[in-house]
């Protein structure tokens, strides 16, 4: 038993994995994730610590010696947080000065001012989708629930016709578009282009986001028909400001690094050729890293001056920034590592040769892989980055679209029905005022018309490109 996993870990070459085998893999893998669930849910330990006990046991199930184990999970582990980590950071810098600055405010009271009536909810899932490209999912919540709740008692709005839009937006692009840690780790452990999957993530969230947000919210109300709760409205960043920056300027700089990765897989589509300097250029300006990093430098001047910061306190506002990703760069790197004991174990093969037998399409697997370990989480970063992990093997043989595809297909299916053991259900249900019954209602089917709706536009996707 140990001699055949060694033989994995050690080899260059995956070896041939008997029936046996197979059922010691699969083994290894359900309790590997089962204590995981139990570490999370039970013992609410930090889902780094979880990560990283999991990844242990799952080598040591899977027999493999214990410093082998290590090995595979430490170089995932720093291989993870080396690809995204920095991108991670750059968006949480970026997200901190949109906020302080008030630019974030500046776009939402310039979108509500043009909007009123049928078409404030149309407005709200805008405004969530533009916030949302750089900031991460809890953050976003934070930002605009001042935002939803003013707006639905000052206009007399259902609590979910204008909340459910807003949360649609922000949901949307935290599970499909990077640069969000989920679909950044997975792009990584699958070798997608940034760019094609973005564009396709796009196109996906789109219809998506429509459907699950103000189409939804209609019924929504009329489940749940609650008015905004009677406290005071947290204070907003602009309210202690006395001016902030314009919205042209401000929306130009949330979109800079979208544009640079876009135009990227654009010129990559038009002019296939490595040694062209015009491909060479976009490739070094369409990168991820120099796209956020410009758009942080930009928005210095862009959001950082027109709020009147000085040197010190664009300086505190890149502090704040980053204090709090600790947490999500130990959660993405453990989930890396968790993925490189899978693959070095044999998982990924033997989910090959196994899937080879099955007449389930890839990109359905891997939205189900997913949902499963989604349900059993209740995080959607651990389901991306451990289904990444599993489903990596099938992307070797896959075109460059189905690729992005896969990603998104990941990316839908760890949205999957969030319920009691996701940090989000609790944080929707206690800002909105709801029981767990109405959060259920409104928020859970929320996310699962999300997943299945782009989980279906993946697939459909799949066959035509």
């Known amino acids: 038993m140990t001699r055949l996993s060694v033989e994995m870990l050690a080899a260059d070459a995956p070896a041939p994995i008997t029936s046996a085998g197979h059922a010691q893999l699969g ?17 609410k330990l930090h889902a780094f610590l979880a990560l990283t006990i999991g990844s242990l046991v799952l080598g040591a199930v899977a027999g493999a010696p214990l410093d082998k184990a290590i ?3 430490t170089t995932g582990l720093g291989s993870t947080v080396a690809g995204v980590g920095v991108l991670i950071a750059l968006g949480a810098i970026l997200g901190k000065l949109l906020a302080d600055s008030g630019g974030a405010d500046q776009i939402v009271d310039t979108i509500l001012a043009r909007a009123g009536g049928r078409a404030m909810p149309w407005a709200m899932v805008l405004i969530a989708s533009v916030i949302g490209l750089p900031l991460f999912f809890e953050v976003g919540i934070v930002l605009l629930i001042p935002v939803v709740l003013m707006v639905a008692k000052r206009g007399n709005y259902s609590l979910m016709r204008i909340g459910i839009p807003a949360l649609a937006g922000l949901s949307v692009m935290h599970g499909l578009i990077p640069p969000h ?3 950044l780790v997975a792009i990584d452990a699958v070798k997608a282009n940034l760019g094609v999957t973005l564009a396709l993530g796009i196109l996906v969230a789109i219809p998506t986001v429509i459907i699950a947000g103000p189409l939804f919210s209609k019924v929504a109300a009329r489940w749940v028909d609650v008015p905004a709760p009677e406290r005071m409205l947290p204070q907003r960043a602009s309210d202690e400001l006395g001016r902030r920056p314009g919205f042209g300027a401000t929306l130009a700089t949330v979109l800079l690094p979208v544009v640079l990765m876009l135009a ?15 491909q060479r250029a976009f490739d070094v300006i369409g990168s991820p890293l120099i796209a956020l990093l410009a758009a942080v430098l930009v928005g210095f001047f862009t959001l950082g001056r027109p709020a009147g910061f ?4 664009l300086q505190q506002t890149v502090d704040k920034g980053l204090m709090p ?7 993405v790197g453990a989930g890396g590592g968790f993925k490189q004991t899978l693959i070095d174990s044999g998982v990924g093969q033997m989910i090959l040769d196994v899937s080879k037998d099955w007449s389930i399409p890839a990109l359905l697997l891997a939205w189900l892989i997913a949902v499963a370990i989604r349900l059993a989480t209740g995080s959607a970063t651990v389901a991306t980055v451990s289904a990444a992990g599993l489903v990596a093997p099938l992307a070797a043989d896959m075109s460059t679209t189905h690729t992005a595809l896969l990603v998104l297909a990941i990316g839908a299916g760890s949205l999957f029905f969030s319920q009691v053991n996701d940090a989000g259900f609790w944080l929707v249900k206690e800002y909105f005022g709801l029981s767990v019954g109405q959060t259920v209602k409104t928020w859970s089917v929320m996310e699962t018309i999300i997943s299945v709706v782009a989980g279906g536009l993946v697939l459909l996707l799949s066959l035509v490109i």
């Open 27 to 43: 083994i290894a893998v359900l309790v590997g994730i089962a204590v995981i669930v139990l570490l999370i849910t039970k013992f």
């Open 325 to 331: 990703i600790a947490g999500i760069l130990l959660i």
């Open 71 to 73: 090995t595979s999970f």
């Open 310 to 313: 000085t040197k010190d306190r």
């Open 264 to 278: 990227k897989a654009l010129v990559d589509i038009v002019i296939d050729d490595t040694a062209d300097r015009t």
């Open 181 to 183: 840690p989920g679909p």
